[in-house]
């Protein structure tokens, strides 16, 4: 039996670095993307326990050079909300507000999280 793909958007495995807030928090978790879409995302983090289904986060994705076509990483950061908690494999899963193609760039170099471009 074949269950039908409901998603809205193609999900692409795409591991980017990436890192998540509550909303109006000052402390970031990290994480990986362990798949992603326009409209939401599935994120490995070791922090799963510090959210809860429908908390409001931020989440900046940290595109790399050779996907991105810039000369290092960049920071494309969003609203999101929490849809569902995986703790077998430490994962959340999250719904964007925006499309991704409508995040907005990082500016701030502390938005790199010491991803620099190898030479």
Do not use: H, Y
Not at 15 to 37: A, C, K, Q, Y
């Amino acid at each position: 039996m074949t269950i039908p793909n409901r998603r809205r958007e193609p999900r692409l495995t795409l591991r980017f670095p990436v890192r998540i807030s509550r909303d109006g928090w000052d402390l970031w978790f990290g994480g990986t993307s362990v798949n992603m879409s326009q409209t939401g995302a599935f994120i490995r983090t070791e922090d799963w326990s510090s959210f809860q289904v429908n908390d409001e986060a931020i989440v900046t994705c940290f595109l790399p050079p050779d996907f991105s076509g810039q000369d290092e990483f960049i920071g494309l950061q969003g609203k999101a909300t929490i849809r569902r908690l995986d703790p077998v494999n430490k994962c959340l899963a999250m719904e964007f507000v925006k499309n991704f193609k409508q995040f907005e760039r990082c500016v701030d170099d502390s938005t790199r999280m010491g991803f620099e471009r190898k030479a």
